[in-house]
């Protein structure tokens, strides 16, 4: 598994053969034990919750609620069939470590989904796997028959009275379909394209029926909740942001990867694990949580570390914990251009502001950055923002905004010189420097 | 209930309200696109946002349900800032050149840009182009760069019409509007999709760039095509109609109409348009003044009479004919002295006592079609006879959970979910109903009706049985077909046992437009009915508003009748080539536009109307038309001064019920079982004719764009993959059929065509087409061969 280094690593802890997403190599290193726990001592679905409570688990997809709450919505004893869903769509730019869960500790996964299911009397799971890696959708059926077939998942689990039918299931790149109601809708066989909530999937999911859905990583820190107990998980953390935390680190380091971190770890630590910036410049600015969430500039972010609450206060999100990394080669205004093309390219189109705004700000960015910048530009940038945000279906809108309006709260001085040079603020040649490509072709 | 406040006005909302349901019971206009009554919440418009107290955000009134003590600001300044940004999103790539846009003056997204549009655009950037896309001859999708992606058209298409033919492909700015795999948008309701689009995105084919809105009149006037009854605005300018209209009336079409009704006017301005009194001289038809061709009218008929009989003479008036017109038709022919009148011209079947015991009806009001528990139709073609009885059917099978059955002669997709749907033969028909008679009996435990004895009930009758007995209120419909039977009157009879049985009620959808009014106007044959003055051959005939050649059961039958006759007197709006063989004297009458009158709809709702327009050329309102021919034949009776007159002698005021709804409706039969009438026909071919919704009278048979439809393509003989084998055919292939009766034999070639939809040893060949028009009864023997 491509974990590039931890400190004090729990998710990924021993997952350095190439069998790791075998059951027999899960079951070596205590997997399914918390499972078995369950059963063995009786524990109760409110037992459950209430440990998952303790741990102060927050969801790892991009919001951060916490999870035992999430959990503690399901109306549990309503009759008739309820999903627990896993979130695997993994779609948000930067963002790359579900995969490597899935790709070596699907049993984790599956692990963490029986005993939510149970926990919430769930009756059946999906797992959405996004379709652009078709490898892990094979794997997940895999391990997910090796599940089976030893009674983890299915009839009367572990002989129990508890019965839970998992299936997975793959989408077809589309970005929007990791926001959770437009992944039911995908599931449903319709058109990715979210739902306007209320009703919540808690009470209106997939099939009109309740509904949970949880990431990837999320689900995959469950059984280590129960084998270590909700409180040491959160002392793995910190207060309010309990556990362990995958980052995705990317862009201008030495070493991309993901790495496996105490929630609360100094910015700058995981910044040398990554082995520091390239070629030794000048960081200039990270976008900590996945390209939705707001710029940080190089020295608000040294100042960070890495939970909610830190970064929350330098004015970002944790978000889905991929870290970007920008050096001083980089043209911000280049770099807003390409975040500003994602979302208008991945917007579902079905409500207006999202719909128009987002490729309204794009044309009026790419404008900028190809020197047709006029000075109104940016007024008219942080207007739209104003008329996207908080007046769309999902969160896509914010997604969109968040970005331009960090961008020009932090770095208008880039915008301005384009609009009035025509160029970049950021020489070419210092720009080539710093890019694989020019690097790599010269 | 919840108490909310909305702009400082307390209201109670009802339980489960949104804001927005609350503020229009309230009169409080708030903005929208996407918000419709009858469709689903979308919420994608955002044009609806509104201020709550204590909410961070605006939110919108169309999703979000009103809860105790909300407050709302509709009006205040961040909602109107809110509304103002969703406004000047959509109009950045929506082409601002309304002069040209054929919705222009009546188009929402005008009038509300009007209010929070900004005086000029902001927007710098290139616009979209969204390409034109080619729906057929109904909906113009010419236009599609103004759409605002509402998606009212695909929620209404995928809820009401119950075929998605619109679907928002692609995803982003680059999202549009467009039809599955390019196939024509034409189901029968689709031109309310029209009505639906806000803007000018999906815009009415014959109508585009012919008028602006306002210079139009409106004038409400009611359809004629099925007996539904639906409410029309008819729009006209300079006496001519441009254009039609649903009026919005909840508890009759609610704010749908058929297609059929839409656009069916067209045919009111057909070159084929009878503007000048005909009459036949010398064997040719000669253009004469009104007075000359009423004397030759009036001349004829005292002549016929005055030498062989009253009883020579026959009338027989267009069930869409203004109860007014029937009233007076039946008027002049008794006054005569005969008893051989009728408006039913496509019925085969005839109870022996002559008069029912009052007029069939649905047995309840339409909108109760929503509230039913089970539904039984028998004998009905149900989407395309009334599609907006089966829209009813179909909103009640999904929100009420109603439980319809259907029993019928081909498994024409009804777009709804079915409890049962039983598909059989035309002879088989009354013995499938006897199964769920005899299975109801059984189950009841109540003594079986006579000469049900040989029946033997199968799974799908018990189910049928069950579900019509076990749960709330339950209906028996007969359809078209079950009353166009040859043996309409024993299954009228079946049904009326399954009723007595069961406690379900018993009606009749009807088989046209003003088939309640028709029994009503007392227009019921003495002596001879539709049928029996064909078989047993008249001296004289008076046609009115009906081409007998394609609206009678037995065409060939007719047209033989009326060629042997001495005296055909024909009241028509249009003139056909059949017409000018035949008629000896052509009055030109007014449509339903140009005329008043009064249409009783199925669920016996008195509806009368103004003309619109004028009369074109010489045309004469039919009713006045028979009063002078009353008055020139001496008779009693004929001195009313207005339609109404003549309505208040038919229906007097004080006996409606509620003041709309006619009294005298009753659809009980008392008649023994006949067994004869249950047993199949074996070793012959069985016609299958339904009535294609576009050939179905004479308006809409000549309404251009509706004949561009694939309801109206040219009828095939369509079989079983089976039936052809059997008859030696293959699909593709010409086709010889026969039909023999008293009349002689007639004869049709057509192309063979593969449905397997038909039960086997059927061949539906479609009614009511010059092409079929030779052929005999509708669902007699016919012979199939080869070419
Ligand atoms: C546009 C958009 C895309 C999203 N994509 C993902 C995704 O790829 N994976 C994911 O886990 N959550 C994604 N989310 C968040 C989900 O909607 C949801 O909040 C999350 O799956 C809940 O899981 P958690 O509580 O475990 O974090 C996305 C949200 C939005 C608005
Ligand atoms: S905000 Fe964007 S992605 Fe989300 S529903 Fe609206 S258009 Fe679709
Ligand atoms: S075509 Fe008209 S009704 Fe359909 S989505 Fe566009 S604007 Fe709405
Ligand atoms: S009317 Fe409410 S969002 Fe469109």
């Known amino acids: 598994m491509a974990v590039l280094g931890s400190i004090n690593p729990i998710l990924t802890a021993g997952l350095d053969g190439d069998r790791t997403w075998r059951l027999a190599d899960y079951v070596s290193r205590g997997g399914y034990k918390s499972l078995r726990r369950i059963f063995a001592d009786n524990l109760t679905p409110g037992d459950v919750i209430a440990e998952v409570k303790k741990s102060v688990l927050r969801g790892r997809g991009g919001a951060g609620f916490p999870t035992g709450l999430k959990w503690s919505f399901m109306p549990r004893a309503l009759p008739g069939e309820k999903y627990l869903i896993c979130n695997s769509d993994e779609g948000e730019p930067g963002t790359f470590k579900d995969r490597d869960l899935l790709s070596g500790n699907p049993h984790a996964v599956i692990e963490g989904m029986v005993i939510a299911a149970y926990a919430m009397g769930a009756t059946r799971g999906y797992n959405y796997i996004h379709g652009e890696i078709w490898s892990l959708y094979e794997r997940f059926e895999e391990a997910l028959a090796e599940a089976r077939a030893a009674g983890f998942v299915g009839q009367n689990i572990l002989g129990s009275d508890f019965s839970f039918e998992l299936f997975a299931h793959h989408g077809y790149g589309a970005y929007i379909c990791g926001e959770e109601t437009a992944l039911l809708e995908s599931i449903e066989g319709k058109k990715g394209q979210p739902r306007f909530k209320p009703p919540f999937p808690a009470s209106f999911g997939l099939y009109g029926q309740p509904t949970t859905i949880n990431n990837t990583e999320t689900l995959a820190s469950v059984p280590f909740i129960l084998s270590m107990g909700g409180d040491a998980f959160l002392e793995a953390g910190k207060a309010n942001n309990g556990g362990p935390k995958l980052f995705s680190v990317s862009g201008h380091v030495n070493r991309p990867g993901n790495y496996e971190v105490p929630m609360g770890t100094p910015f700058s630590t995981l910044l040398e694990m990554a082995g520091g910036v390239r070629g030794g410049r000048k960081l200039k600015a990270v976008i900590p949580g996945g390209s939705s969430a707001p710029v940080v500039p190089a020295d608000l972010m040294m100042e960070c570390t890495m939970d909610y609450d830190s970064i929350a206060k330098a004015g970002s999100m944790l978000g889905s914990g991929a870290v970007i990394v920008m050096d001083e080669t980089t043209c911000m205004v280049r770099a807003l251009e390409r975040l500003s093309y994602f979302y208008y390219e991945e917007s579902c189109g079905q409500c207006t502001p999202c719909r128009e705004g987002t490729g309204w700000l794009y044309k009026i960015i790419h404008r900028i950055e190809n020197g047709q910048g006029v000075p109104e530009d940016l007024e008219t940038l942080q207007r739209l923002t104003g008329n996207i945000m908080g007046r769309t279906i999902c969160a896509l809108g914010d997604a969109a905004s968040m970005p331009v309006q960090s961008f020009l709260k932090h770095f208008r001085d880039e915008f301005q010189y384009h609009i009035e040079h025509r160029q970049c603020l950021v020489p070419v040649d210092v720009q080539r420097a710093g890019s694989t490509f020019f690097t790599a072709s010269a | ?787």
């Not at chain 2, 009158?597 to 028979?626: D, H, I, M, Y």
């Open chain 2, 1 to 787: 209930m919840p108490e909310i406040e909305i702009d400082g006005q307390l209201v109670q909302a009802p339980e489960g309200a949104t804001i927005m349901e609350v503020a229009e019971q309230l009169g409080v206009y708030i903005p929208h696109f996407c918000y419709h009554k009858k469709l689903s919440i979308a919420a994608n418009c955002r044009m609806c946002l509104v201020q709550v107290e204590k909410a961070a955000k605006p939110v919108p009134a169309c999703a979000t349900p009103a809860t105790n003590g909300m407050k709302v600001f509709t009006h205040s300044s961040l909602a109107v800032k809110a509304q103002q940004g969703v406004m000047e999103f959509l109009l950045i790539n929506h082409p601002l050149d309304c002069p040209i846009c054929d919705q222009g003056g009546e188009c929402q997204l005008q009038d509300l840009a009007v209010g929070y549009g900004a005086g000029a655009s902001h927007y710098q950037e290139e616009k979209r182009v969204v390409f034109h896309k080619d729906a057929g001859s109904l909906i113009s999708m010419q236009e599609m760069s103004r759409c605002i992606h509402c998606t009212r058209c695909v929620r209404f298409g995928q809820e009401i019409a119950g075929v998605m033919e619109f679907g928002m492909a692609n995803r982003t700015m680059h999202s549009e509007i467009v039809t599955f795999l390019g196939r024509s948008v034409d189901s029968e309701l689709s031109g309310n999709m029209i009505d639906l689009c806000p803007v000018g995105a999906l815009t009415s084919k014959p109508f585009r760039f012919a008028a602006r809105s306002w210079e139009l009149s409106r004038l409400p006037s009611i359809s004629l095509h099925d007996s539904v009854g639906a409410n029309l605005t008819v729009q006209a300018r300079n006496h001519r109609v441009m254009r039609v209209l649903p009026r919005e009336n909840e508890a009759v079409n609610e704010c749908w109409i058929s297609d059929r009704d839409r656009f069916s006017y067209e045919g009111l301005n057909s070159p084929e348009r009878l503007t000048k009194p005909m009459i036949r001289v010398d064997g040719q038809l000669r253009e004469v003044e009104w007075s000359v061709a009423l004397d030759y009218a009036a001349h004829g008929l005292r002549d016929i009479v005055a030498r062989h009989g009253a009883d020579e003479i026959a009338a027989l008036a267009a069930p869409w004919s203004t109860l007014e017109e029937m009233h007076l038709l039946q008027k002049v022919v008794r006054g005569l002295g005969s008893g051989n009148v009728d408006f039913r011209p496509r019925r085969y079947d005839y109870a022996p006592s002559g008069v029912p015991a009052g007029a069939r009806w649905l047995g309840m009001r339409i909108a109760e079609l929503n509230e039913l528990d089970t539904a039984l139709v028998v004998g009905s073609f149900v989407r395309k006879d009334i599609p907006l009885f089966a829209q009813r059917l179909r909103q009640a099978a999904k929100h009420n959970g109603t439980r319809v059955t259907l029993i019928s002669l081909g498994n024409d997709d009804p777009l709804m979910a079915m409890h049962e749907h039983v598909v059989v033969a035309p002879s088989e028909l009354p013995a499938a109903l006897a199964r769920v008679v005899k299975a109801a009996a059984l189950q009841c435990r109540v003594p079986v009706p006579a000469g049900l004895e040989a029946i033997v009930p199968d799974i799908p009758s018990e189910a049928i049985a069950t579900s019509l007995r076990v749960r709330g209120r339950s209906m028996i419909f007969l359809g078209r077909v079950a009353v166009q039977h040859p043996h309409a009157v024993q299954i009228h009879v079946l049904a009326q046992h399954l009723s007595d049985i069961t406690g379900a009620n018993l009606g009749f959808f009807g088989d046209s437009g003003n088939i309640v009014g028709g029994y009503l106007s007392g227009a019921l044959p003495s002596a001879r009915n539709a049928r029996t003055m064909f078989t047993d051959p008249r001296r004289a005939y008076v046609m009115l508003g009906i081409e007998p050649e394609l609206d009678c059961h037995n065409p060939q039958l007719t047209l033989a009748a009326l060629r042997q006759a001495d005296l055909r007197i024909v009241l028509s709006p249009f003139i056909s080539e059949a017409m000018r063989e035949y008629a000896d004297v052509l009055l030109p009458v007014a449509p339903f536009t140009e005329t008043s009158g009064t249409f009783v709809n199925a669920e016996g709702r008195v509806q009368s109307f103004k003309g619109v327009v004028r009369p074109l050329g010489e045309a004469r309102p039919a009713w006045k038309v028979l009063r002078v021919l009353g008055n020139l034949l001496n008779l009693d009776g004929f001195d009313q001064e207005s339609s109404e007159e003549v309505r208040d002698a038919v229906l007097p005021p004080e006996t409606l019920i509620d003041g709309e709804f006619a009294s005298g409706l009753d659809n009980g039969i008392k008649l023994p079982i006949d067994p004869a009438a249950l047993v199949s026909a074996k070793g012959v071919f069985e016609r299958v004719a339904d009535v294609p919704i576009y050939f179905s009278d004479p308006l809409v048979r000549r309404a251009p764009a509706l004949q561009k439809t694939r309801d109206a393509a040219p009828p095939t003989a369509r079989m079983s993959a089976r039936t052809l084998a059997e008859a030696g055919l293959v699909a593709g292939a010409p086709v010889r059929l026969r039909q023999e009766s008293i009349a002689g034999s007639g004869e049709a070639v057509l192309t063979a065509a593969l449905d397997d939809g038909v039960p086997d040893g059927c061949v539906r060949v479609s009614a009511a087409h010059p092409a079929t028009a030779a052929l005999g009864d509708m669902f007699g023997t016919i012979q199939v061969e080869p070419v």
